[in-house]
């Protein structure tokens, strides 16, 4: 069991509100209201803006020059791959990059994203990884649970694009070496007493992306 099975072991409640959200059973079943899809889509594009500013301050904490490279490949991940699919799903609705990048924060993008900043900020690359880890390892395993047989098998699915990205190959492959990489880090800098501290970070994190569903959930039905 490596160290990111052991924190959602750990943290199984917290993890479990966040990987079987409403949002996610309904977008899983197709009938996630498009308001709500909306709401997420621009609220996490801005909050992606933060994150990357998340593994930039990972590559300045790097401690090495292949933890360096590991925090340049979650930012190019979020950069490159992630935040087009959102520029991309959100000019569907006739919305310009700039106009998303406009939008104001609502509440839980601001709370989970200031919070992965500030255990950064406050605390080592082992603790701001932790922090990251229920988004960056997390929607892999979201998005392979969606669709187990593959993105071909959902058809004309409505949320096939989004479902397909988490659930492909390419990021399942940037997810796995972030779960590589943790597992190192925990490997260096870890202690048992200090694993009890990491499930905190590692619990909050997944409660915040609960709240972070439940907020399209509310904005899109409200």
């Given at each position: 069991m490596d160290i990111f099975d052991r924190l959602k072991s750990a943290a199984k409640a917290d993890w479990t509100s966040y990987v079987d959200h409403a949002f996610v059973r309904q977008m899983a079943a197709g009938t996630l209201p498009q308001a709500a899809f909306r709401t997420y889509l621009v609220q996490d594009y801005l909050f992606l803006i933060q994150f990357a500013r998340a593994y930039a301050l990972a590559i300045y904490k790097g401690?090495?020059?292949?933890?360096?490279?590991?925090?340049?490949?979650?930012?190019?991940?979020?950069?490159?791959?992630?935040?087009?699919?959102?520029?991309?799903?959100?000019?569907?609705?006739?919305?310009?990059?700039?106009?998303?990048?406009?939008?104001?924060?609502?509440?839980?993008?601001?709370?989970?994203?200031?919070?992965?900043?500030?255990?950064?900020?406050?605390?080592?690359?082992?603790?701001?990884?932790?922090?990251?880890?229920?988004?960056?390892?997390?929607?892999?395993?979201?998005?392979?649970?969606?669709?187990?047989?593959?993105?071909?098998?959902?058809?004309?699915?409505?949320?096939?694009?989004?479902?397909?990205?988490?659930?492909?190959d390419a990021y399942q492959e940037i997810a796995m070496a972030a779960r590589r990489h943790l597992d190192d880090l925990a490997a260096r800098a870890m202690t048992e007493r200090r694993?009890?501290?990491?499930?905190?970070?590692?619990?909050?994190?997944?409660?915040?992306?609960a709240d972070f569903w439940q907020m399209a959930l509310n904005d899109g039905t409200a």
């Open positions: 401690r090495t020059l292949s933890d360096m490279r590991a925090a340049k490949a979650g930012l190019a991940a979020i950069l490159d791959v992630e935040m087009d699919l959102h520029i991309r799903l959100c000019g569907r609705w006739g919305l310009t990059p700039a106009e998303i990048e406009a939008a104001p924060e609502h509440a839980a993008t601001i709370a989970y994203t200031r919070f992965v900043l500030d255990c950064g900020v406050s605390g080592d690359l082992l603790d701001l990884h932790v922090a990251l880890a229920p988004c960056a390892i997390g929607y892999a395993e979201i998005g392979r649970n969606l669709t187990p047989a593959g993105a071909d098998a959902l058809g004309d699915h409505p949320y096939r694009d989004w479902i397909g990205e988490y659930a492909g694993f009890a501290e990491l499930t905190t970070l590692f619990a909050k994190a997944s409660r915040l992306e």
